[in-house]
């Protein structure tokens, strides 16, 4: 079982503002399904194979992942730069975990984290900030 959903609406109130204006995260950007908003959430993304792979430490209802599977697309500021993701899928622990083994800091096996959320690049652009210096 991922961790609880109260501790991600936790976590996206008080943690991921700060974790924004760091700049230390990938931010995937995408559309609020019912509000039609826009809204950016920090997480770590690991690239394999022409996609990329995000960790649902809180299960697939969190809304984040609720959002990208609805509106089927997303886009991840990493770095310098912008990708475009598509073709949002849940995929297992099973498949994903030896993907990105030895990447990424994976959560402990104890708190049975069992799905990843799995989308494919379809473009990759400057991201508007590269280059900027302070």
């Known amino acids: 079982m991922p961790m609880p959903l109260w501790w991600g609406q936790i976590n996206k109130h008080l943690f991921n503002p700060r974790a924004l204006v760091t700049g230390k995260w990938d931010v995937i950007t995408h559309v609020?399904?019912?509000s039609g908003r826009v809204y950016r959430t920090p997480l770590a993304a690991t690239e394999v194979d022409g996609t990329f792979l995000f960790i649902l430490v809180y299960g697939p209802k969190?809304?984040?992942?609720?959002?990208?599977?609805?509106?089927?697309?997303?886009?991840?500021?990493?770095?310098?730069?912008?990708?475009?993701?598509a073709n949002p899928r849940l995929t297992t622990t099973r498949v994903a975990r030896p993907l990105?083994?030895?990447?990424?800091?994976?959560?402990?096996?104890?708190?049975?984290?069992?799905?990843?959320?799995?989308?494919?690049?379809?473009?990759?652009?400057?991201s508007a900030h590269a280059g900027r210096t302070s």
């Open 62 to 85: 969190s809304d984040w992942v609720q959002n990208i599977l609805a509106d089927g697309r997303a886009s991840l500021a990493t770095g310098d730069e912008v990708i475009e993701l």
């Open 100 to 126: 990105v083994e030895g990447r990424v800091k994976l959560p402990p096996r104890f708190l049975k984290v069992d799905q990843f959320l799995q989308m494919d690049v379809l473009s990759r652009g400057p």
């Open 32 to 34: 609020g399904r019912t």
